[in-house]
């Protein structure tokens, strides 16, 4: 049961790490760019997601798995899920709630950050059973 908390705790970490990722890339294409911020975010949660994906893959749940391809292809299903459901929820809070874009993605990215990626991740993507 050790084990357990430890692996969350990475997980939260390379989801921190990812989100800063994330959060930059979106910034500074809406900000200093011009970028539309639906289309920052989109960029940003593709870079956080590659991110996300290798310090998931050898870091937090030190999967070894001989069939990369089929591991790809898990957490990019899981990814799209993400993505779509992020950044819906933020044009939402943005657009009908009129709050800032980056406090709209800093609640959903935390909110499904700790409430579904780490469990799904470990479930679906890397199948572990720790």
């Given at each position: ?65 001989a069939n990369n391809s089929q591991l790809i292809v898990r957490y990019i299903l899981l990814w799209i899920t993400n993505l779509t459901l992020n950044i819906s929820m933020m ?40």
């Open positions: 049961m050790r084990f357990l908390p430890e692996t969350f705790i990475k997980a939260q970490i390379n989801s921190f790490v990812s989100s800063c990722v994330d959060f930059s890339i979106t910034f500074i294409l809406t900000e200093y760019l011009g970028f539309w911020y639906v289309a920052s975010s989109c960029l940003g949660i593709i870079s956080g997601g590659g991110c996300n994906f290798l310090l998931g893959k050898y870091w937090v749940f030190n999967c070894k798995t044009y939402i809070l943005t657009e009908y709630f009129q709050v800032n874009y980056m406090i709209s993605k800093v609640v959903v990215a935390v909110s499904f950050g700790i409430l579904v990626n780490f469990h799904l991740q470990k479930a679906f993507v890397f199948k572990t059973n720790i």
